[in-house]
């Protein structure tokens, strides 16, 4: 049955994709800088006046208007000239802001003290709103359709549906500091993407109590293991990692993981990698697709699905949780309260063990945009760069582990004040950040790359969808 649901889905996407060629004879990338495409002029004859050819192929830019405009403008100026703008258009009004973190409430004030300090007569009353439930991008569609928008800006979450329903709709406007971009060795023309405020990290973690052993990425989809998670319908970012794992680059870290699995481990996957070869050439994966699609398919199966990731936390710190495993954000650990039968030291971070390999976890972020229609582009800005190029503007996010700044001057001074390599000392070593270089690096985190999730969202994403899930007790 699944077999016929997957080639349904995959003949439908070829029948979409033929359409769309008989309808299109030309061809479009979308993208997510704030540049816009440039033309070619083309002339008649061989004659034609190269002057006039010039100011064509100029003129999309001179074309820019309303918050494109705001946005060009902005891009080229430093934090203080855009905080003087701010000052200026929303002295004594009131700044709406949405967000899938709940710290934009805490890093307003810091902002409006900071503008206090160019102009002391400056005031702005604020409200910063988080939806549950997934319900962000319903409301910020809906404020879209009003010729001047509630919010003036976003932090927002799950690269895909940002780029299917936000970026791909022109809903939300990317935004790149002057300082963000130098600070990263770029421009903001040059710069190709969305603008993340932080990277978080959702690790693996196992409580070290009972005598279960976790060496190996594929431990935690071996025979018996019931890791527990956000499911992929709870926490959409969750489904973005495992779509993730099917990039080849990720996907030969899981063969490469697989390779250095004993041969009792290897005998038990291998079944099930082998029926994965079908459905990996049929969605059009790499050399390497079939590892990825039979990881994913036994952690589907397997996990223990949970509401949220506090809960997890909480199960695996306590002494009674003996060989239980999860897949949970590492910052989570900071709130643990230490007991006699609870404590960080009854945990495991899985990348950390000596000998550990393959994945430890996966990274998504937190990105920050303007609304289309925004009623103040000018103080969203300034806002924006307040949180990605200064110490102060990121602390609200920076002052716990497991969350990494998108500057790297901006992450340097994090570290220097809060010290998190060290946060755990001798007593808690779960606790002590290794920072994102090293995640990144030695600890294979996967990063959620917003393109590809959207790109294979219908085909594997949909793959997913059908895919059995564990209910404990059957």
């Not at 431990?219 to 990692?241: A, C, Q, R, T, W």
């Not at 290897?266 to 079944?271: G, H, I, L, M, S």
């Not at 103080?379 to 920076?398: K, L």
Request: charged fraction near 20%; include cysteine.
């Amino acid at each position: 049955m699944k077999k016929k649901v997957l080639s349904s889905i995959l003949a439908f996407t070829m029948v979409v994709t033929a359409l769309v060629g008989c309808g299109n004879s030309g061809s479009s990338t979308t993208t997510t800088s704030t540049t816009t495409d440039t033309q070619t002029a083309t002339t008649e004859t061989a004659t034609a006046d190269t002057a006039a050819a010039t100011e064509t192929a100029a003129e999309p830019a001179a074309e820019l208007t309303g918050i494109d405009a705001i946005i060009a403008e902005a891009e080229g100026m430093t934090m203080e000239e855009l905080a003087k703008k701010a000052i200026e258009e929303s002295n004594g009004k009131t700044f709406y802001g949405v967000g899938n973190s709940s710290r934009g409430k805490s890093a307003l004030p810091v902002f409006i003290e900071y503008l206090q300090s160019i102009d002391s007569s400056y005031n702005m009353e604020f409200e910063w709103q988080q939806p549950k439930n997934n319900k962000i991008f319903e409301q910020l569609t809906s404020d879209s359709l009003k010729s001047e928008g509630t919010f003036a800006m976003t932090l927002i979450q799950d690269g895909n549906q940002i780029q299917s329903k936000m970026v791909d709709t022109d809903i939300l406007k990317t935004f790149i500091p002057k300082e963000w971009a130098e600070a990263n060795g770029t421009t903001a023309d040059a710069y190709a993407g969305f603008l993340p405020l932080q990277t978080l990290n959702k690790v693996f973690m196992y409580n070290n109590q009972g005598s279960a052993e976790f060496n190996n990425c594929w431990d935690f989809v071996y025979d018996g293991s019931h890791p527990l998670f956000m499911g992929v319908d709870s926490e959409i970012v969750g489904k973005n990692f495992l779509m993730m794992l099917t990039d080849e680059k990720y996907a030969t870290w899981l063969k490469e993981a697989y390779d250095k699995l004993d041969d009792e481990k290897k005998a038990y996957f291998e079944p099930t990698i082998q029926a994965m070869q079908t459905d990996a050439s049929d969605l059009g994966l790499g050399a390497n697709g079939a590892y990825a699609l039979a990881w994913i398919k036994l952690w589907v199966n397997n996990y223990n699905e949970q509401t949220d990731d506090g809960p997890i936390c909480n199960t695996l710190v306590d002494a009674s949780a003996k060989d239980q495993s999860g897949l949970l954000v590492y910052s989570k650990l900071r709130s643990v309260e230490e007991s006699a039968t609870v404590s960080v030291n009854n945990i495991n971070v899985a990348a950390y063990q000596d000998g550990y390999t393959g994945i430890g976890g996966y990274g998504y972020c937190h990105y920050l945009f303007l609304t289309k229609n925004s009623p103040l582009p000018w103080t969203a800005c300034a806002f924006i760069a307040y949180m990605t190029c200064t110490e102060s503007g990121f602390e609200a996010w920076g002052k716990d582990m497991g969350g990494y700044s998108s500057n790297p001057t901006v992450a340097a001074e994090i570290e220097e004040k809060f010290q998190h390599s060290k946060g755990g000392g001798d007593e808690f070593p779960a606790k002590n950040d290794r920072g994102y270089d090293w995640w990144t690096t030695t600890g294979e985190l996967v990063l959620e790359d917003p393109a590809y999730c959207s790109e294979v969202s219908f085909t594997v994403g949909s793959w997913i969808d059908v895919l059995d899930h564990y209910a404990p007790g059957e």
